[in-house]
């Protein structure tokens, strides 16, 4: 109970600081409207009866698992500031466990990621995105385990920070790539083997291709536009998310204990 109460006390915490930042709630639900609305049109219009697929319901899914994965990831950098202020030491030398700390705050990341993909999914049925009821209740899963592994993988990237400056540089190296090497905006069906080997080990693929294999189920489009099954992106998740949240909380505690 005292560790459920620390996890539960600091993923309040990161909700009360989203809600009292108006500008980033404005911009987390504005841009991918945005984007689904002029890039999901555009495409549509312009690539869909060619490709014979509704690359706005490919733009919804692929921008759903980014936002879910990356708002996780890019919400970790909040312990930069935590480490500055020194409120990172307070609560590493309480009696609590470090996974507890920081699984409390993967989970009040993950929830303000959700609030931000709930006004989406809204925006995705007035365009007529093909989600059915089976498919809202599974992509209730999926966005957890797509958070809790962007949390997993925004933790391990922290160790290679030392400010915010620099988080900005690593962040925008390691995801922009992603982007691309995930089918994020375009079909990586085919790919060389240079990129097809880049794109296997980006965890974004795998959260994306999951949302896509959720929505798609059943539909025509399903195989033109899922790489791999539900079952093995969710266990190739599973296993990434394990193996970073040890290896990133091992790598964060023995830094902070050093400082």
């Not at 936002?67 to 009696?95: C, H, K, W, Y």
């Not at 997993?152 to 090497?181: E, K």
């Not at 079952?231 to 830094?255: E, K, Q």
Request: glycine residues 8%.
């Amino acid at each position: 109970m005292h560790e459920l109460n620390v996890v539960t006390a600091l993923a309040g915490r990161d909700m009360l600081k989203f809600f009292r930042d108006p500008g980033r709630m404005i911009t987390a639900v504005v841009f991918p409207f945005l984007m689904i609305f002029l890039l999901g049109g555009t495409l549509q219009l312009n690539l869909g009866p060619a490709a014979g697929f509704n690359f706005i319901g490919f733009t919804f899914t692929g921008f759903l698992g980014m936002t879910l994965f990356q708002s996780t990831a890019q919400g970790l950098t909040s312990l930069m500031d935590d480490r500055q202020n020194d409120f990172a030491q307070e609560i590493f030398v309480s009696p609590v466990s470090r996974y507890s700390i920081v699984f409390g705050k993967i989970l009040g990341e993950t929830s303000v990621a959700i609030l931000q993909v709930l006004p989406m999914v809204l925006f995705a049925i007035v365009l007529r995105v093909p989600l059915t009821a089976t498919a809202l209740g599974l992509l209730v899963p999926v966005a957890l385990l797509s958070c809790f592994m962007g949390g997993a993988f925004g933790l391990l990237l922290l160790n290679a920070m030392s400010d915010s400056r620099a988080s900005n540089q690593v962040f925008n190296f390691v995801f922009l790539p992603q982007y691309f090497l995930a089918g994020l905006i375009a079909p990586i069906n085919h790919l060389p083997w240079y990129l097809e080997a880049l794109s296997l080990i980006s965890p974004m693929r795998y959260v994306i291709d999951l949302a896509r294999g959720v929505v798609f189920a059943g539909s025509r489009d399903y195989a033109r536009v899922v790489l791999l099954s539900p079952v093995t992106n969710a266990a190739v998740l599973a296993l990434m998310f394990a193996a970073f949240m040890v290896l990133g909380t091992t790598l964060f505690v023995r830094r902070e204990t050093n400082r």
